[in-house]
């Protein structure tokens, strides 16, 4: 009786996952670009339901990380899950967009939208050694000047994205640092979120592909939470590696 029911459950497990190969799968596609340089990662789906997602990059092998969780398969989907760190500033550049008035306008508000006024910026425009400063008015709003970076032309310079380096200098109440930069072109709209209150926290992700032969193909991907800023992501078509 026991060898016909290890019989049903070795043929049931492999009417169920028919489509998915265990294995190591290779990226074959990139659907979330982070940086430049080849992709090279790797995804292995183990047959204890669990997965192994290793992130190789050609820009530093100290960029490298790995992920793990289980996974589960209906009909011709493979769902991924896992749980990561959401990361939340205390001071956080939430837009950064190119204009073009000759300006770079910082915008600094609290988490409930109210203007905060009296902040500290400083600013580096690139090649130069002096570091300027400047504070927000009653309206959260400070601007920087770019008219005069010309060259000797009188030309326009072009926008390039480390133009300026910005700081916005903020020392919550318990005298805690929490100085934090970003880089801008020349003619910029910047807006800050100042939330003292922010905590890291752990997210549940939900990945989801559709299995096609040899390939996983990238449909969707939710998390438990809202606003979930991930450290490490997990992303890519895959497919299988033969021996």
């Known amino acids: 009786m ?8 070795t043929l049931l497990s492999r009417v169920v996952f028919a489509q998915l190969e265990f294995g190591t799968y ?21 047959s204890n339901k669990t997965f192994t997602y290793k992130y190789l990059t050609s820009v530093s092998c100290f960029l490298w990380y790995d992920l793990h969780g289980t996974w589960e398969a209906k009909s011709d989907q493979l769902i991924l899950i896992d749980t990561i760190i959401s990361f939340h500033p205390i001071v956080d550049f939430v837009r950064n967009k190119d204009t073009d008035n000759d300006k ?7 988490k409930d939208n109210k203007p905060i006024n009296g902040v500290k910026i400083k600013y ?3 090649n130069e050694t002096r570091t300027l400063t400047g504070t927000t008015n009653v309206d959260g709003n400070f601007t920087i000047d770019t008219r005069n970076k010309k060259n000797k032309k009188g030309i326009e310079k072009r926008n390039v994205v480390d133009d300026v380096e910005i700081w916005i200098v903020h020392v919550n109440e318990k005298g805690q640092d929490w100085t934090t ?28 592909y559709k299995i096609e032969e040899n390939n996983l193909v ?26």
């Open 104 to 110: 770079i306008s910082i915008t600094i508000r609290s």
């Open 218 to 243: 990238y449909q969707s991907q939710t998390f438990n939470q809202d606003d979930v800023r991930p450290g490490h992501y997990l992303y890519g078509n895959f497919r299988i590696v033969k021996e």
């Open 181 to 208: 930069n970003n880089f801008s072109t020349l003619s910029a709209e910047i807006e800050c979120v100042i939330d003292d209150k922010a905590v890291d926290e752990e997210v549940v992700r939900t990945t989801t």
């Open 2 to 9: 026991k060898i016909k029911l290890t019989i049903i459950l």
């Open 124 to 126: 580096q425009f690139k």
């Open 26 to 46: 290779k990226i074959s596609s990139d659907t979330f670009h982070i940086l430049t340089g080849r992709n090279v990662s790797e995804l292995v789906i183990d």
